[in-house]
């Protein structure tokens, strides 16, 4: 497989530490670690979102670093995804037009195009079953309902690699499975994902994890992609994984 994503020594503050990792077309990796130990900072920085101190981050043949302010909110408009536990959807919206937002900003909005968006949009709510709540506020949904949404709008412009910080910090047990289970379909689909979590039984639906400690990439897992289910084979060799990182 093609290399999707390239970091090199990357550095932020005291934050960051020099960390590099790559990632391949279609790789869907978990970030964990404790609190505090630079997981979302990665995070922002390897996405352009924040300006690291030092190192290189590449998708694909594009160099991401060094790229002006202008130039990498449209590599994140038209090339990634994001969700957040935050669920940063804007209120006096309804849940169509939030996920519609992004793709209305990526393109040329003439009456088709619009009416095309609004068909991909719906093909997106129903494929993550919340068709039917395309009216309601984001205060008329529940948890899981509205994360469901944010992924949705995450894929509107077909990303190349979705980041994730802590997807299911937010849901409760179901809700939290239900939606891992749906980054994983949209993964296997062909979406990279770069998933931050502290919640094993996430990590578990990674082809790999990472373990983070004080801005430095301390431990590596390979699991191999997860077809279904994972089993609890898999999330207890994740757990006995970061028992011994002294987690
Ligand atoms: N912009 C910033 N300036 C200074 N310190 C920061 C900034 N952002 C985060 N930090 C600090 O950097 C450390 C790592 O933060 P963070 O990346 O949010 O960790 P994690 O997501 O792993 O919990 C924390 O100690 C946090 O307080
Ligand atoms: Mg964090």
Request: with cysteine; charged share 25%.
């Amino acid at each position: 497989m093609e290399q999707l994503l390239r970091v090199k020594d990357l550095r932020k503050k005291r934050i960051l530490n020099g960390i590099t990792f790559e990632m391949k077309q279609g790789e869907m990796m978990a970030v964990m670690g404790p609190s505090g130990s630079g997981k979302s900072t990665l995070l922002y920085n390897v996405a352009g979102m924040d300006r690291p101190d030092g190192g290189e981050v590449w998708l694909g043949n594009t160099q991401i670093t060094g790229r002006t302010e202008n130039e990498k909110a449209g590599l994140r408009l038209h090339r990634m995804g994001f969700v957040f536990q935050q669920m940063n959807m804007l209120a006096n919206l309804n849940i169509l037009d939030n996920i519609l937002l992004p793709a209305l900003h990526a393109g040329k909005n003439g009456h088709g195009k619009k009416q095309e968006l609004r068909r991909r949009a719906q093909a997106l709510m129903e494929k993550l079953s919340i068709s039917g709540l395309e009216q309601r506020r984001i205060n008329e949904v529940s948890g899981g309902q509205l994360q469901r949404a944010c992924i949705c709008r995450s894929m509107m412009n077909e990303p190349e690699i979705l980041f994730a910080d802590e997807p299911t910090g937010a849901l409760n047990k179901g809700a939290a499975e239900e939606v891992m289970a749906e980054l994983g379909r949209l993964n296997r689909e062909g979406t990279a994902m770069l998933i931050v979590t502290h919640d094993s039984r996430v990590a578990s639906r990674c082809d790999r994890v990472i373990y983070l400690l004080d801005g430095r990439i301390c431990g590596e897992l390979a699991l191999g992609k997860q077809t279904g289910e994972p089993g609890r084979q898999r999330t207890d060799a994740v757990n006995d994984w970061l028992a011994g990182m002294g987690w």
